[in-house]
Structures are given as structure tokens and as C-alpha cells.
């Protein structure tokens, strides 16, 4: 078996229950006397930090979000010294100011552990090249492999994102085994690489870590088969540490989730609600090792469920499972919750089609029209008219079973649909405008 840590990532519950318990309550008391925000949102509920005496108690705390770290900006939030914070990084926003978060020199530690237990749980070593092509700077993604892939020792090839073709090139003469990036990165360097004339076999790749956006087991399957390597999904985001929240082991049945270090909940989004082991709902993260930016009860908005049931790699760390979708990025059409991933799973289960896709929403005569572009590979395109009308018809079939809503599917010539070199855009809702 392969762990990094394997006191922390194969402890016995109870124990690990303790550990979360006195981390919990001295990262309330320490928020309680440093950030004057959350004294005064516990002060609100009638809460003093001396309440907080079980896990259970977690849930009488208040809630986090973006916009709490928005109107704190851009260090409102953070509970030490500025003299104490060693680095800023920070998420870009479409709309308004960035998120700011604030590491200390021992914030910094954890994120490097916590990233070596992702990158060893995907076969990584000392031995291993790892390439990291998700984005260096203000955005977490580079760094946080980066200290994760220095802490066991490996060859770091810190080459970041874009110029795709030199990606390549090095990834063969470097030797490259370990990729990082976005999965719908990893597809286009696949197909960068095709492109090239390169093949698969000119390259020493065993494994990648892939996250910063959700995607399904459809589109593992077509990286994994495109690169020969084993995909892993990894998680994470910037507010909790970055990416290094949660990896999966070799058996890929969910993430396990570091939660010596961050406290993971499942709400119901409308009521905050806690929902029960199994139950999809708002994954919610309390820090309790952070020094810069301890946050209680933040709502990342992802979707997913927990499993408390041990793996198979004997590791006990709780499993999450792969993200289904936002609360933001849910589209409702005609009253039903639609997540980019699920026409994704369709799409890629056909076989038939590039997994380049797109959803336009808009609003006719007061009802909502969802249309789906798919981009036909070069060998469909060249077939005649008829055939192409009978994938057509074939896909929005299948969309609609998944759905239950009517939809309406154009294909579109190869290459057509935007290529991203971080998250790929997925919905254009015109109903916004
Ligand atoms: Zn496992």
C-alpha cells in the first residue's frame, strides 16, 4: 500500500474524532479572539467559544461564504499578524473582487503534506517527473502540487499552463510520469499531441492528478485510454488551502478527505440543513489547523456525498465523491436542476462524438430552451448528411432520457467549440442578460 502518512491516513475513528475535537475548539477560540467578524457573528447566535464541547456542536456555528470573504476584503478575515502571513494567493472573480487568502510558514507545511499524501496515493515517489501544467501565481493550482511533488522528493518540472505544443515536447524528452493539470486540459493535450504525430508510447506518463473542475468517470475513461495512464481525481479550492482537500486512493471509489486538517459536513442548500452519510447536498468545510484563514462552516457550493465505510486501501479518511455539480453552476430549465457533467456522461458513454460540448439556455415566448452543442470528430463529419441527422437524433434522445426535459441538439463541425487551457466554460445562459 502506498500512503505518505499512514499513522493519519489509516487512524482508528475514535482517535481521529478526538484529534478534529481539539483542533475544532481551539480554531473557534482562536477566530472567537482575532477576527472581530466571527466574535460578532457568534455573538448574534448567543454563542461563546466554551459551547463548542463535541463534533456535534459544530453545527450551532455560523456559516461562511464567498461573499462574507468578499466584503472582508482583502484581509478582514485573516486571524494572525500580517507580519505572520508568508504567502497571498487568490481567486480570480467574473464578477466584483477576488477571494484573498493568507498562509502562514506552518499553512504552507500542512498544504505540502496534505499534497504529498494526494500525489503518493497516485503512485508518486521520489523517482517520479512530475509535470505541472495547472496555472502558477495568484491561482493555487501550480504551487500547491508543486510543494506536494517537493515534499517526497520528486523532479518537479514546473512548466505551467499553455504552449501546449512545448508541454509535449518536454513531456517526451524529460520523461515525464506524473501529469497535473484540468482533466479537460488533459484531453486537449491528447489531442494536441495526435495532432503532432507523437504517440502515446514515446511517452514514460503513469499517472496524473486532475481536478479544479468537475468531470465524470466517462471522460477518466477517454483521458486514461488517449494518454495510458491512470487518472486520478483530486480536490480541492482555494479558501480550504488549494488543491490537496481531498485524492483518491488506487481504487478511485470517492476522494478521501484529509480531515485531520479540514472538517467536511453535507448540507441541504436551501435550509442548511446537515444531511445524513450518503445524502447529496452542499459540501461545507471548517479549517482546524489553518493559521491565516481559519474558516467555519465554509460553503464551497460543490455538490456531493460523504462515505464514512473504510476503503479498501485501509486508509479511514472519509469519502466524497466526485463533485456533480455547483450550486452556482446548476442550471434550472423548466424547473429542473441540470449539471454540465451529466450531457457530459451521455456524450462521452456514445462514443461517437468529441466530449467538446457546450449548453445554451435561453428563454423563448417565457419557456426555457436548452440547446447543446457537440462537436463531431473528423471521421463522423465527413459522413454523409443522413448519418449525421441520426446521431442527432440518437444524442438528444439520450440527453432527454438523462434529463427527463426536452432539449435541442446541433453538432458542429471539429475544433468549433472554445479549447480552454484552465476550466473549460460549459453554459452560456442567456436568460442572465
Ligand atoms: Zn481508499
Redesign the pocket.
Known sequence: MRYWDEHMECMERGTLQEIQLKRLVETVKRVYTSVPYYRKKMQELGLIPEDIKDLSDLQKLPFTTKQDLRDNYPYGLFAVPLSEIVRIHASSGTTGKPTVVGYTKHDIGIWSEVMARTLVAAGADKHSFVQIAYGYGLFTGGLGVHYGAERIGASVIPISSGNTKRQIQLMVDFGTTVLACTPSYALYLAETMEEMGIDKSQLKLKSGVFGAEPWSENMRKEIESKLNIKAYDIYGLSEVIGPGVAFE?E?Q?GM?INEDHFLPEIINPETGEVLSEGEYGELVFTTITKEGLPLIRYRTRDITALHYDR???G?TLVRMEKVIGRTDDMIIIKGVNVFPSQIESVLLEMGEVEPHYQLIVDRVNNLDVLEVLVEVSERMFSDEVRKLEQLEKKITKAIEDTLGISVKVRLVEPKTIERSEGKAKRVIDKRKI
Open positions: 486512493c481504487y471509489c478521501h476503503c479498501k486501501c486508509r
